[in-house]
């Protein structure tokens, strides 16, 4: 794995953490600097996305996809295909809960 892969990896693992904690504002930040590190995994962005829902503005986390998809940093195609396969694992295992599936469907449009 890539350095900045590696240290993406410890922000994500770091704002897990702050989540079970109840500390969002901060995990936020920590999944902010995962994010800038290692823009194209879906699962940090679901993750953003579904933080800021927590804190009322789930709008903010899907702009913040959509900015990074008009940026040209993330594809989207490629984005959607990731969602996709997600969603089909996650649905052999347990249902997306609704702030998944919404944090998805904003993605997909």
Do not use: W
């Not at 922000?11 to 995990?27: C, M, P, T, V, W």
């Amino acid at each position: 794995m890539e350095p900045n892969l590696n240290e993406a990896r410890n922000h994500f693992n770091k704002s897990r953490e702050l989540i079970k904690q109840g500390r969002y504002d901060e995990a936020l930040k920590e999944l902010d600097k995962a994010i800038e590190l290692d823009p194209k995994t879906l699962y940090y962005l679901i993750l953003y996305a579904m933080l800021e829902a927590n804190l009322g503005s789930l709008e903010k986390g899907i702009n913040k996809i959509k900015d990074l998809i008009k940026s040209g940093v993330v594809d989207r195609d490629e984005l959607c295909i990731q969602a996709e396969i997600t969603e089909v694992l996650e649905e052999g295992e347990e249902e997306l809960d609704e702030k998944e599936m919404s944090a998805l469907r904003e993605i997909k449009k």
